[in-house]
């Protein structure tokens, strides 16, 4: 079965840095685009970043451009988040997700997600 594995996130102080990976397996990873999400707590499931399936294109947020980076490695079936410049409004589950084509802001066209794991940025 399909699955996909978050980790890397932590508790960090603001200005500060972490990369997020997503480790996925179960179908053959270079087949589909990678989109990261994040959801803090009483708020929606927001989009973050999304990459293509051979990496050659992405998008981001407006809340996060310039500060984050996705990108993957279909050798290893992972995809990355390397988050820069922290800010305490970055505290959030971040969860990955698949889905076939192109990378999408919208959560509802993709297929599979993780578990998420927590960001924790302090002030």
């Known amino acids: 079965q399909v699955q996909l594995v978050e980790s890397g996130g932590g508790l960090v102080q603001a200005g500060g840095s972490l990369r997020l990976s997503c480790a996925a397996s179960?179908?053959?990873?270079?087949?589909?685009?990678m989109g990261w999400f994040r959801q803090a707590p009483g708020k929606e499931r927001e989009f973050v970043a999304a990459i293509s399936w051979s990496g050659g294109s992405t998008t981001y947020a407006n809340s996060v451009k310039g500060r984050f980076t996705i990108s993957r490695d279909n050798a290893k079936n992972t995809v990355y988040l390397q988050m820069n410049s922290l800010k305490p409004e970055d505290t959030a589950v971040y969860y990955c997700?698949?889905?076939?084509?192109?990378?999408?802001?919208?959560?509802?066209?993709?297929?599979?997600w993780g578990q998420g794991t927590q960001v924790t940025v302090s002030s």
């Open positions: 997700a698949d889905r076939y084509g192109s990378g999408s802001k919208l959560d509802y066209s993709y297929e599979y």
């Open positions: 179960g179908r053959t990873f270079s087949n589909y685009a």
